[in-house]
């Protein structure tokens, strides 16, 4: 069953630990979710950023872009890898229309 996450709640979990254990809990691989954060256009920690945080060494945190016109705030995880294209039109005609994003200053 797909989980659905707002991008904020994504973009929190992508940073608070490393892909390869934050894709077992959504029993996808970490390169699935990596390409998930990708499509969705969050922000994910770099190679090395982990490794960096360990030694205690300067690493910046990248912060989440507002959404673009026309993307849903809501992430589907997980769920039916074959779903068709017709499936695909269907759910996302049949969901709410998302707000305006908000300007950045």
């Not at 945190?61 to 705030?73: A, V």
Request: aromatic share 4%; charged share 25%.
């Amino acid at each position: 069953m797909a989980q659905r996450l707002s991008r904020q709640e994504l973009y929190d979990r992508a940073w608070s630990e490393p892909m390869k254990k934050l894709a077992p809990k959504f029993v996808l691989s970490d390169v699935a979710v990596a390409k998930i954060c990708c499509r969705a256009d969050l922000p994910v920690p770099e190679r090395g950023y982990w490794a960096q945080l360990r030694a205690e060494k300067m690493v910046m945190k990248r912060p989440l872009p507002s959404r673009g016109l026309g993307m849903s705030d809501m992430v589907s995880i997980g769920g039916n890898p074959h779903e068709t294209h017709a499936q695909l039109v269907s759910r996302i005609l049949s969901e709410p229309i998302p707000p305006v994003p908000k300007k950045l200053p």
